[in-house]
Protein backbone atom coordinates (compact mmCIF):
# COMPACT_ATOMS: atom_id res chain seq x y z
CA UNK A 1 0.00 0.00 0.00
CA UNK A 2 1.53 3.63 -0.54
CA UNK A 3 0.34 6.25 1.62
CA UNK A 4 0.26 9.81 0.49
CA UNK A 5 3.50 11.92 1.98
CA UNK A 6 2.53 14.62 4.47
CA UNK A 7 3.70 16.61 7.08
CA UNK A 8 1.83 18.33 9.68
CA UNK A 9 2.61 20.89 12.58
CA UNK A 10 0.37 20.25 15.84
CA UNK A 11 -0.03 23.03 18.48
CA UNK A 12 -1.65 22.34 21.90
CA UNK A 13 -2.79 24.45 23.79
CA UNK A 14 -3.12 23.93 27.52
CA UNK A 15 -3.65 25.35 31.16
CA UNK A 16 0.54 24.92 32.32
CA UNK A 17 2.20 24.30 28.54
CA UNK A 18 2.31 25.32 24.79
CA UNK A 19 3.24 22.42 22.54
CA UNK A 20 4.10 21.72 19.17
CA UNK A 21 4.18 18.54 17.04
CA UNK A 22 5.95 18.71 13.45
CA UNK A 23 5.73 15.07 12.05
CA UNK A 24 5.75 13.75 8.62
CA UNK A 25 4.44 10.64 7.01
CA UNK A 26 6.01 8.95 4.27
CA UNK A 27 4.89 7.16 0.95
CA UNK A 28 5.60 3.68 3.25
CA UNK A 29 3.12 4.90 6.26
CA UNK A 30 5.69 5.68 8.72
CA UNK A 31 5.46 8.69 10.98
CA UNK A 32 9.07 10.22 11.84
CA UNK A 33 8.79 13.44 14.32
CA UNK A 34 10.39 15.98 13.50
CA UNK A 35 10.23 18.33 16.00
CA UNK A 36 8.11 17.94 19.70
CA UNK A 37 8.65 21.23 22.01
CA UNK A 38 7.01 22.66 25.07
CA UNK A 39 7.03 25.98 26.56
CA UNK A 40 5.34 26.30 30.25
CA UNK A 41 3.44 29.80 30.21
CA UNK A 42 0.73 29.15 32.81
CA UNK A 43 -1.51 30.09 30.45
CA UNK A 44 -4.20 29.15 33.42
CA UNK A 45 -2.33 31.38 35.60
CA UNK A 46 -4.89 32.40 37.97
CA UNK A 47 -7.90 31.09 36.65
CA UNK A 48 -9.44 29.32 39.54
CA UNK A 49 -9.73 32.69 41.45
CA UNK A 50 -10.51 35.33 39.02
CA UNK A 51 -12.56 33.03 36.12
CA UNK A 52 -10.32 34.77 33.36
CA UNK A 53 -6.59 34.79 31.99
CA UNK A 54 -4.39 37.53 32.35
CA UNK A 55 -3.01 40.39 30.49
CA UNK A 56 0.45 38.68 30.88
CA UNK A 57 -0.59 34.28 30.37
CA UNK A 58 -1.93 35.84 26.94
CA UNK A 59 1.15 38.16 25.78
CA UNK A 60 3.48 35.22 26.93
CA UNK A 61 1.39 32.75 24.48
CA UNK A 62 1.19 34.94 21.95
CA UNK A 63 4.98 35.66 21.64
CA UNK A 64 5.09 31.73 21.99
CA UNK A 65 3.05 30.68 19.15
CA UNK A 66 4.04 33.25 16.60
CA UNK A 67 7.74 31.48 17.09
CA UNK A 68 6.40 27.87 16.77
CA UNK A 69 4.27 28.61 13.44
CA UNK A 70 7.57 30.58 12.22
CA UNK A 71 9.34 26.98 13.12
CA UNK A 72 6.54 25.34 11.78
CA UNK A 73 6.42 27.12 8.16
CA UNK A 74 9.89 26.98 8.38
CA UNK A 75 10.16 22.96 7.93
CA UNK A 76 7.43 23.43 5.01
CA UNK A 77 4.62 21.86 6.82
CA UNK A 78 1.28 21.87 4.61
CA UNK A 79 -0.77 23.06 7.25
CA UNK A 80 -0.71 23.76 10.99
CA UNK A 81 -3.29 23.00 13.63
CA UNK A 82 -3.80 24.74 16.60
CA UNK A 83 -6.56 24.19 19.20
CA UNK A 84 -6.84 25.17 23.01
CA UNK A 85 -8.51 23.32 25.65
CA UNK A 86 -9.08 23.48 29.66
CA UNK A 87 -8.05 27.19 30.34
CA UNK A 88 -9.48 28.53 26.92
CA UNK A 89 -12.92 26.39 27.38
CA UNK A 90 -13.51 28.02 30.96
CA UNK A 91 -11.88 31.92 30.97
CA UNK A 92 -14.88 34.39 30.25
CA UNK A 93 -12.29 36.61 28.22
CA UNK A 94 -11.19 33.41 25.94
CA UNK A 95 -12.28 34.82 22.94
CA UNK A 96 -10.50 37.78 23.59
CA UNK A 97 -7.67 35.68 23.77
CA UNK A 98 -7.98 34.06 20.60
CA UNK A 99 -8.40 37.55 18.89
CA UNK A 100 -5.20 38.01 19.80
CA UNK A 101 -3.58 34.98 19.22
CA UNK A 102 -4.86 34.90 15.47
CA UNK A 103 -3.34 39.01 15.08
CA UNK A 104 -0.14 37.46 16.23
CA UNK A 105 0.87 34.28 14.69
CA UNK A 106 -1.95 34.52 11.42
CA UNK A 107 -3.70 30.73 12.32
CA UNK A 108 -7.30 30.29 13.95
CA UNK A 109 -7.06 28.35 17.45
CA UNK A 110 -9.88 25.62 17.87
CA UNK A 111 -11.58 25.39 21.36
CA UNK A 112 -11.57 21.52 22.24
CA UNK A 113 -14.74 20.36 23.76
CA UNK A 114 -14.21 17.73 26.83
CA UNK A 115 -15.61 15.25 24.63
CA UNK A 116 -13.16 15.79 21.95
CA UNK A 117 -10.37 16.45 24.23
CA UNK A 118 -11.22 13.11 25.72
CA UNK A 119 -11.06 11.47 22.40
CA UNK A 120 -7.98 12.56 21.13
CA UNK A 121 -6.44 11.78 24.41
CA UNK A 122 -7.70 8.11 23.99
CA UNK A 123 -6.85 7.72 20.29
CA UNK A 124 -3.00 9.78 21.02
CA UNK A 125 -2.42 5.98 22.97
CA UNK A 126 -4.47 3.75 20.96
CA UNK A 127 -3.73 4.29 17.52
CA UNK A 128 -0.76 2.39 18.03
CA UNK A 129 -1.76 -0.58 19.65
CA UNK A 130 -1.32 -3.99 17.31
CA UNK A 131 -4.59 -5.60 19.28
CA UNK A 132 -7.90 -4.81 20.46
CA UNK A 133 -7.63 -4.93 24.57
CA UNK A 134 -9.66 -3.43 26.91
CA UNK A 135 -8.04 -0.18 27.48
CA UNK A 136 -8.21 2.98 29.93
CA UNK A 137 -6.12 5.91 29.07
CA UNK A 138 -5.45 8.96 31.37
CA UNK A 139 -4.23 12.37 30.64
CA UNK A 140 -3.78 14.67 33.13
CA UNK A 141 -3.38 17.99 32.63
CA UNK A 142 -2.84 21.80 34.02
CA UNK A 143 -6.92 22.15 34.22
CA UNK A 144 -8.49 19.06 33.72
CA UNK A 145 -8.02 15.54 33.82
CA UNK A 146 -9.16 12.95 30.66
CA UNK A 147 -10.55 9.79 32.03
CA UNK A 148 -10.94 7.62 28.85
CA UNK A 149 -12.02 4.05 27.62
CA UNK A 150 -12.82 1.59 24.44
CA UNK A 151 -11.97 -1.42 23.13
CA UNK A 152 -8.21 -0.78 21.31
CA UNK A 153 -8.19 2.09 18.82
CA UNK A 154 -12.27 2.14 19.37
CA UNK A 155 -13.35 4.93 21.74
CA UNK A 156 -16.03 4.01 23.61
CA UNK A 157 -16.51 7.28 26.09
CA UNK A 158 -14.28 9.37 28.65
CA UNK A 159 -15.23 12.18 31.23
CA UNK A 160 -13.03 15.27 31.38
CA UNK A 161 -12.57 16.02 34.84
CA UNK A 162 -12.66 19.54 36.09
CA UNK A 163 -9.12 18.68 38.13
CA UNK A 164 -5.30 19.58 36.78
CA UNK A 165 -2.33 20.20 38.44
CA UNK A 166 -2.75 24.01 38.02
CA UNK A 167 -5.73 24.20 39.47
CA UNK A 168 -5.11 21.73 42.50
CA UNK A 169 -1.17 24.24 43.18
CA UNK A 170 -3.34 27.51 42.81
CA UNK A 171 -5.92 26.00 45.19
CA UNK A 172 -3.92 24.62 48.09
CA UNK A 173 -0.74 23.79 48.08
CA UNK A 174 0.61 27.47 49.67
CA UNK A 175 3.65 26.08 51.89
CA UNK A 176 6.76 25.17 51.02
CA UNK A 177 7.50 22.54 51.79
CA UNK A 178 3.36 21.24 52.05
CA UNK A 179 1.71 20.63 54.84
CA UNK A 180 0.70 17.49 56.00
CA UNK A 181 -3.16 19.28 56.12
CA UNK A 182 -2.05 20.32 52.54
CA UNK A 183 -1.96 16.83 51.32
CA UNK A 184 -5.34 16.14 52.49
CA UNK A 185 -6.83 18.98 51.83
CA UNK A 186 -5.78 17.98 48.28
CA UNK A 187 -6.54 14.36 48.39
CA UNK A 188 -10.46 15.07 49.27
CA UNK A 189 -10.44 17.65 46.15
CA UNK A 190 -9.34 14.87 44.12
CA UNK A 191 -11.33 12.61 45.78
CA UNK A 192 -15.13 15.03 45.40
CA UNK A 193 -13.50 15.30 41.70
CA UNK A 194 -13.78 11.35 41.36
CA UNK A 195 -17.13 10.99 43.31
CA UNK A 196 -19.44 10.72 40.42
CA UNK A 197 -16.98 8.52 38.21
CA UNK A 198 -18.19 4.36 38.46
CA UNK A 199 -15.33 2.16 38.69
CA UNK A 200 -15.69 0.30 34.91
CA UNK A 201 -14.14 -3.01 36.23
CA UNK A 202 -11.24 -5.16 35.44
CA UNK A 203 -9.74 -3.95 32.01
CA UNK A 204 -6.57 -5.04 30.09
CA UNK A 205 -4.11 -1.94 29.77
CA UNK A 206 -4.00 1.38 31.93
CA UNK A 207 -2.17 3.92 30.11
CA UNK A 208 -0.93 6.95 31.40
CA UNK A 209 0.29 9.77 28.83
CA UNK A 210 1.26 13.61 28.54
CA UNK A 211 3.26 15.75 31.34
CA UNK A 212 2.62 13.90 34.93
CA UNK A 213 2.82 10.48 33.39
CA UNK A 214 5.85 11.09 31.74
CA UNK A 215 7.64 13.36 33.96
CA UNK A 216 6.97 10.64 37.26
CA UNK A 217 8.61 8.78 35.08
CA UNK A 218 11.41 10.49 34.31
CA UNK A 219 12.48 10.85 37.63
CA UNK A 220 12.11 7.45 38.43
CA UNK A 221 14.07 6.39 36.09
CA UNK A 222 16.46 9.54 37.06
CA UNK A 223 17.16 10.20 33.42
CA UNK A 224 19.89 12.87 32.47
CA UNK A 225 18.46 13.24 29.48
CA UNK A 226 14.88 12.95 28.21
CA UNK A 227 13.51 11.43 25.47
CA UNK A 228 10.45 9.56 24.40
CA UNK A 229 11.26 6.24 23.49
CA UNK A 230 12.66 6.12 27.80
CA UNK A 231 9.65 6.81 29.54
CA UNK A 232 7.14 5.05 26.92
CA UNK A 233 6.28 1.65 28.45
CA UNK A 234 7.57 2.50 32.03
CA UNK A 235 5.30 1.03 34.80
CA UNK A 236 4.20 3.08 37.43
CA UNK A 237 2.89 1.02 40.42
CA UNK A 238 0.55 2.27 43.20
CA UNK A 239 3.40 1.80 45.64
CA UNK A 240 5.96 3.62 43.08
CA UNK A 241 3.25 6.98 43.24
CA UNK A 242 2.90 6.69 46.47
CA UNK A 243 6.53 6.53 47.64
CA UNK A 244 7.19 9.36 45.44
CA UNK A 245 4.36 11.96 46.31
CA UNK A 246 5.72 11.44 50.27
CA UNK A 247 9.34 12.17 49.21
CA UNK A 248 8.21 15.02 47.38
CA UNK A 249 5.97 15.75 49.98
CA UNK A 250 8.88 16.76 52.30
CA UNK A 251 11.16 18.39 50.13
CA UNK A 252 10.72 22.49 49.15
CA UNK A 253 11.02 23.34 45.37
CA UNK A 254 15.10 24.22 45.24
CA UNK A 255 15.41 20.17 46.81
CA UNK A 256 12.89 19.07 43.82
CA UNK A 257 14.56 20.83 41.17
CA UNK A 258 17.79 18.81 41.91
CA UNK A 259 16.07 15.60 41.51
CA UNK A 260 17.89 13.65 38.56
CA UNK A 261 15.20 13.29 35.69
CA UNK A 262 13.14 16.46 37.32
CA UNK A 263 11.92 18.93 34.48
CA UNK A 264 12.74 22.43 36.77
CA UNK A 265 10.04 23.65 34.44
CA UNK A 266 7.50 21.54 36.38
CA UNK A 267 8.83 21.78 39.78
CA UNK A 268 5.64 23.24 41.37
CA UNK A 269 3.12 20.61 39.66
CA UNK A 270 4.95 17.61 40.19
CA UNK A 271 3.47 16.77 43.25
CA UNK A 272 0.05 17.44 42.84
CA UNK A 273 -0.04 15.44 39.77
CA UNK A 274 1.49 12.36 41.74
CA UNK A 275 -1.85 13.05 43.70
CA UNK A 276 -4.03 12.93 40.99
CA UNK A 277 -2.56 9.58 40.14
CA UNK A 278 -2.52 8.21 43.32
CA UNK A 279 -5.75 8.86 43.69
CA UNK A 280 -6.83 7.36 40.27
CA UNK A 281 -4.93 4.22 40.81
CA UNK A 282 -7.29 3.88 44.32
CA UNK A 283 -10.39 4.96 42.25
CA UNK A 284 -10.09 2.61 39.64
CA UNK A 285 -8.38 -0.27 41.86
CA UNK A 286 -6.27 -0.86 38.58
CA UNK A 287 -2.38 -2.14 39.68
CA UNK A 288 -0.28 0.31 37.52
CA UNK A 289 -0.34 2.46 34.89
CA UNK A 290 1.59 1.93 31.80
CA UNK A 291 3.99 5.59 30.90
CA UNK A 292 3.12 6.97 26.87
CA UNK A 293 4.69 10.32 26.13
CA UNK A 294 1.45 11.19 23.63
CA UNK A 295 -1.43 12.93 24.57
CA UNK A 296 -3.59 15.20 22.18
CA UNK A 297 -0.94 16.73 19.74
CA UNK A 298 -0.56 13.30 19.12
CA UNK A 299 -4.03 12.49 19.16
CA UNK A 300 -4.63 15.61 16.34
CA UNK A 301 -1.81 13.81 14.19
CA UNK A 302 -3.69 10.46 13.90
CA UNK A 303 -6.87 11.55 13.12
CA UNK A 304 -6.10 13.87 10.73
CA UNK A 305 -3.70 11.33 9.20
CA UNK A 306 -6.52 8.46 9.47
CA UNK A 307 -3.67 5.64 8.55
CA UNK A 308 -0.29 5.27 9.15
CA UNK A 309 2.09 2.42 10.13
CA UNK A 310 3.24 2.08 13.77
CA UNK A 311 5.17 2.85 15.75
CA UNK A 312 6.03 6.71 15.60
CA UNK A 313 9.84 7.54 15.14
CA UNK A 314 11.57 10.13 16.55
CA UNK A 315 14.19 12.04 14.56
CA UNK A 316 17.97 11.51 16.18
CA UNK A 317 18.00 15.51 15.99
CA UNK A 318 14.64 16.22 17.42
CA UNK A 319 14.31 19.06 19.73
CA UNK A 320 12.61 19.18 23.26
CA UNK A 321 12.83 22.19 24.43
Do not use: C
Request: charge should be neutral; charged fraction near 25%.
Amino acid sequence: MTYKKRRLAIIDLGTNALLMLVAERNEEGKITALADKSSILRFGEGLRKTGQVSAQAIERVSTQLKEYVAQAQSLETEEILVSATSAAREASNSQEALAKFKETSGVDVEILEPNEEARMSYLSVTAELHDEPRTMVVDIGGGSTEITWGIGSRFDGGRSLNLGTVKLLEGVFHNDPVKPEDLEVARKEIQKALSRLVPLGQLDRYFGTAGTFTLLASLDLKLETYHPNHVSGHTLTLETVSNWVNRLAQMNREERAKLPGMDPRRVDVVLPGALIIEQLMLKFKNPSFEVMDRGVRFGRLFDRLRKFVPPVVFSENISYI
